[in-house]
């Protein structure tokens, strides 16, 4: 999504990294049943690096063995005493194994056995040249000597990108998927709560993806493009937020009715800066995103409405309209009022209900549960990038029977409520309890369980 996508990854792609992590596991021989039986059944005294499927293999594990001519690539040996480093098919030396650079004849030439492990080069710690090594190979040997050996642990075999040497999937998605740009708006559009139809029409904005006439004309389907709202310029998705004389006059008038004076904003880059420098409160910028993306979606509404109903709305009734979504939204979300001169203006011009919260300190005490009784603490967090829930069951003493902390998928904070009071019942019937206190800070969250 950072990418500026929905999160969708492609399924070839993710076929790609999975089985490469399945290779990665019959490489460095894990302990599973699987990977023994794979060992047994196909590999037996080969190695991974070296068989060849046959023509009547399963297509999974022709992908698998197809997966190591990018794996080898990436992989590397830390050698310690060569025992377990096969010299002839181990891509041990720059992703490529020893016989590559005989060109197949190694074994051939110095008489070795195929299971000939690494340590017929060394001895104790020391690279030793064979007496046949051929001469227009010795750039090759000066490669090897560089190499570091010695130790008495076993060789390993480690994921190069890796910080840690270890292979997973999300490794091998890293390595398979081809990233591009990181879109600025990425969290400023997704992170805040919305009308799924307003918020699609935002990304595809951001974007411009939208199907407006400009586009429309570059694939031939239109004669030149001429605004519908202000017949002045081509409509191309820039023009028909930031410069259409309608549009502009519309969201001016928005704006002035929650009581924000501003420059004009000439792209979603200049709109994200603007509002992340103006409001320091989350309360404000949920607001306001609420009214960009729906003021967006009410124009590019309009815009369709003209073109293909041939009917027009008034630009007061259109603001009415904006203003209207805008207030259901928020009045959902349940935002927490905050002292703050910009939010008083904003509640005054929408109409906007907010939960109050009480300024007055003051002193509480966590109150014991009767005998045969569990009390469940609950609580859920929001913030800018997290969002979870955490809960304490104690017994009728105050003792700690079980505790849980989570993070889960941004939403409502009511909603963050609402899911830590269910977790602490499911909890509660797992541990065979038959009487449960629930305690929780929300007030909305237990009008709602209540009502």
């Known amino acids: 999504m950072e990418e500026g996508g929905l999160g969708i990854r492609r399924i070839e792609d ?11 596991d019959i490489a460095i021989k894990k302990d599973s049943l699987w990977v023994k039986w794979i060992h047994g059944r196909f590999i037996k005294s080969k190695t991974i690096w070296e068989i060849a499927p046959r023509a009547l293999s399963t297509v999974i594990w022709k992908r698998i063995i197809a997966s190591r001519e990018w794996i080898k690539t990436k992989v590397k040996y830390i050698i310690y005493k060569g025992t377990e480093v096969n010299i002839c098919s181990d891509p041990w030396l720059e992703g490529e194994c020893l016989n590559y650079h005989f060109g197949g004849r190694l074994a051939l030439l110095f008489s070795l056995p195929k299971d000939t492990k690494l340590n017929w080069l060394n001895t104790n710690g020391v690279w030793v040249k064979p007496r046949r090594w051929l001469n227009e190979l010795d750039d090759l040997w000066e490669t090897i000597n560089q190499i570091e050996i010695g130790g008495h642990q076993p ?14 999937l999300s490794e091998t998605w890293k390595e398979v ?66 410069q259409c004389s309608f549009s502009t006059q519309v969201w001016g008038s928005v704006l002035s009715k929650v ?35 729906t003021s967006r979606w009410h124009i590019w509404l309009e815009c369709n409405r003209k073109i293909f109903k041939r009917k027009t709305t008034l630009k007061d009734a259109f603001v009415s309209l904006i203003l209207r979504d805008s207030r259901i939204k928020i009045n959902q979300c349940a935002l927490k009022a905050v002292i703050s001169s910009e939010l008083d203006r904003m509640r005054r011009g ?11 300190s003051q002193e509480v005490r966590w109150e014991t549960p009767q005998r045969d009784w569990t009390k469940a603490n609950t609580d859920g967090y929001l913030s800018d990038d997290r969002a979870g829930y955490g809960l304490l069951l104690r017994d009728h003493l105050g003792n700690l029977i079980m505790a849980e902390a989570a993070h889960t998928r941004r939403n409502s904070i009511n909603f963050l409520e609402l899911l830590a009071i269910e977790q602490s019942m499911k909890l509660a019937t797992y541990l065979g309890t038959q009487n449960l206190w629930v305690e929780n800070d929300s007030k909305v969250a237990i009008h709602w369980l209540t009502q």
């Open 259 to 293: 009581g924000i004076q501003r420059p004009q904003i000439s792209s979603v880059t200049s709109e994200i800066d603007w509002l992340e420098l103006t409001f320091k409160v989350e309360v404000l910028k949920t607001i306001f995103h609420v009214l960009i993306a």
């Open 350 to 360: 929408l109409d906007i209900q907010l939960l109050e919260l009480s300024l007055q």
């Open 177 to 242: 998927h081809c990233r591009t740009i990181k879109k600025s708006w990425t969290n400023w559009v997704w992170q805040h709560p919305q009308i799924p139809k307003h918020l699609f029409t935002l990304w595809l904005a951001c974007l411009n993806k939208l199907s407006s006439l400009a586009r429309l004309f570059q694939k031939n389907l239109v004669a030149p493009p001429t605004s519908v709202l202000c017949a002045a310029y081509p409509e191309s998705n820039h023009h028909l937020f930031f």
């Open 14 to 24: 993710w076929n790609k990294a999975a089985t490469g992590v399945h290779f990665w």
């Open 155 to 168: 060789d390993e075999l480690v994921w190069g990108p890796s910080k840690f040497g270890i292979l997973s």
